[in-house]
């Protein structure tokens, strides 16, 4: 079965500074994608970042980064230079590439931007 | 523009009733997605459906029914057996390549009377 945990229910970072996001997976699929997206609190989903199962360098989109370590099963977003903008909540979500495309979430990180 | 169009904004069900939730999608994509995210939390699969008529259970469809008649259209029916309804509803579509997000309506939220 297909599991996303993100360990961190909150975390606070200062403007300027980098902040790393965790996520882990478990998945029996060869073939998956994984995606980051961030909720304000409007409530729209704003996607970020992917990466895929077999992709071998690790996904960049500007500010934000992926740590993919898929020996560990991990997805760690990193966010650089924080902005006070970026105080929302985060979202780790897994879909598999055969069998229906179901995707998944994890259960989020809210971040919190200092000035 | 393309997009997911959810309706209505707000919702409210009485005890014992049924209600539906629409969604609809302009943008071609095969696969379609039901989730639910309840207050300061992360979204959890209810249904999903890779093409027309066809539907898969997700991680809590108990009291939740869809139905798949035409590309563009996904709805969502809360039943009476769905005990605790209360909840903002995300709608979703994917389509190929593989590396391309889901694309999110606006969400529906959900109370009751």
């Known amino acids: 079965a297909q599991k996303i945990t993100q360990t961190q229910p909150g975390m606070f970072v200062q403007e300027k500074e980098a902040v790393t996001l965790d996520c882990t997976y478990d998945?029996?699929?060869?073939?998956?994608?994984l995606f980051w997206y961030k909720q304000p609190s409007s409530g729209e989903m704003i996607f970020l970042i992917y990466?895929?199962?077999?992709?071998?360098q690790n996904a960049t989109e500007g500010r934000y980064s992926l740590n993919f370590q898929k020996a560990r099963k991990s997805a760690n977003l990193v966010i650089s230079a924080s902005q006070l903008g970026d105080s929302a909540m985060y979202f780790c979500a897994m879909r598999r590439n055969t069998g229906g495309f179901k995707t998944i979430f994890g259960a989020g990180t809210r971040l919190f931007v200092k000035a | 523009d393309g997009g997911i169009t959810q309706s209505p904004k707000y919702l409210f069900r009485k005890e014992g009733q049924n209600v539906t939730l629409s969604c609809e999608q302009n943008?071609?994509?095969?696969?379609m997605y039901w989730y639910r995210q309840d207050p300061g939390q992360g979204l959890r699969l209810i249904y999903y459906s890779q093409i027309v008529n066809d539907f898969q259970k997700g991680d809590i469809a108990e009291g939740y029914s869809v139905s798949r008649e035409k590309k563009e259209s996904f709805p969502l029916t809360v039943t009476s057996a769905q005990k605790n309804p209360t909840a903002f509803y995300l709608c979703?579509?994917?389509?190929?390549?593989?590396?391309?997000?889901?694309?999110f309506g606006d969400g529906t939220r959900l109370s009751i009377l």
């Open positions: 943008l071609n994509h095969d696969a």
């Open positions: 979703a579509s994917s389509g190929p390549p593989r590396n391309q997000p889901q694309h």
């Open positions: 998945t029996s699929d060869p073939s998956y994608g």
């Open positions: 990466q895929g199962s077999y992709d071998q």
